[in-house]
């Protein structure tokens, strides 16, 4: 877990996260604030772990393989 400062958790509220550190802070507490209300469970776990890993599958699809492919039709292949 990162550290970051009082004052830029704070901020957080009224804005978007500018560094990683603050990401993950941002993706921590929504991930507690989901644990706590539903409890701490296997299933609360799994919910948790499910969503972040279909968010991830799905920022992939949606924005890291065309990014690559306009790369690859502008360097070219490695392949």
């Not at 009224?14 to 539903?38: C, D, K, M």
Request: glycine share 6%.
């Amino acid at each position: 877990m990162p550290y970051i400062k009082q004052q830029d958790k704070d901020a957080l509220c009224h804005r978007p996260a500018e560094t990683p550190g603050e990401l993950n802070y941002s993706i921590t507490i929504l991930v507690l604030a989901y644990v706590q209300t539903h409890g701490l469970s296997y299933k609360s776990i799994n919910d948790v772990l499910g969503a972040i890993e279909g968010a991830k599958l799905e920022f992939y699809r949606r924005v890291a393989v065309p990014y690559e492919e306009s790369k690859i039709k502008l360097n070219g292949d490695a392949y």
